[in-house]
């Protein structure tokens, strides 16, 4: 059983590790062992570790020894994701006491608890802020023009007229913002869409094809590339939870 918390910046996972191939994907990962080490390694470096840190794109593969992690991923417009800039194994204790909090959760009320025990993750890593690196009222702007016409098939153009920005103008001041392209984003928003309306009670197929998937194959390719979560991980079993803005 695979659970799922989706919250507006991040998605967490508990999940068993399925796919040896060594992958990269756009989100960047707190990786934590709830019951023991794992093997965490990429194209320059392997460490054994309880956790680690792995920046956006980075090219990578995990041994869990079979036991089942905790896999955070946090888009690229999140400040967190700004502030995980190099690989790096977290402290034992770092790792065991977020492994310890999250049983305590999982073992109680996963949506009523989770804002404190994200809190608590956020201060073990010693992060400095979450939510939105985004500050610019224009790109912001463009961001919500594009979130409510998702199926649409929004262009950069629409949005950059949105904006009233020229097409070139938001697209440089797009990536120095977010970090990405904006077409790459858009991507996110409609896997961080389907997501929601699972969660609202919709099938694979339906929530899929209602963002603009062309096909729940496109979505389940595209899921896998961005976030690293395989077929086999939903259609083994999952729980999804929909976590209110923190």
Known sequence: MTE???????????????????????????????????????????????????????????????????????????????QIQRMAALERGTAERIALSYRTLAAENPADGYETFFMEVMALLKMKGYGSRITDERIIHAMRFAKEHLQDEVTAGEAAEAACLSESRFSHLFREQ??????????????????????????????????????????????????????????GGYRLHRIADI
Not at 208 to 213: K, W
Request: hydrophobic fraction near 40%; aromatic fraction near 10%.
């Open 178 to 235: 977010a970090g990405i392209a904006f077409s790459s984003w858009l991507v996110y928003r409609k896997l961080f869409d389907t997501y929601i309306k699972i969660a609202e009670g919709a099938s694979i197929t339906d929530a899929s094809l209602a963002v603009g998937f062309s096909t729940p194959s496109h979505f389940a390719t595209t899921n896998k590339r961005m976030f690293g979560i395989t077929a086999s991980d939903l259609t």
């Open 4 to 82: 799922i918390y989706l919250a507006e910046d991040h998605l967490l996972l508990e999940t068993g590790y399925h796919d040896p191939q060594m992958h990269s994907h756009s989100a960047a990962h707190v990786l934590v062992g709830l019951h023991g080490d794992m093997r965490v390694i990429t194209e320059n470096e392997t460490i054994l570790c309880r956790g680690a840190l792995l920046p956006s794109g980075t090219a990578h593969t995990v041994d869990s020894f079979g036991n089942p992690l905790l896999v955070f991923l946090f888009d690229v417009t999140s400040t967190v994701s700004e």
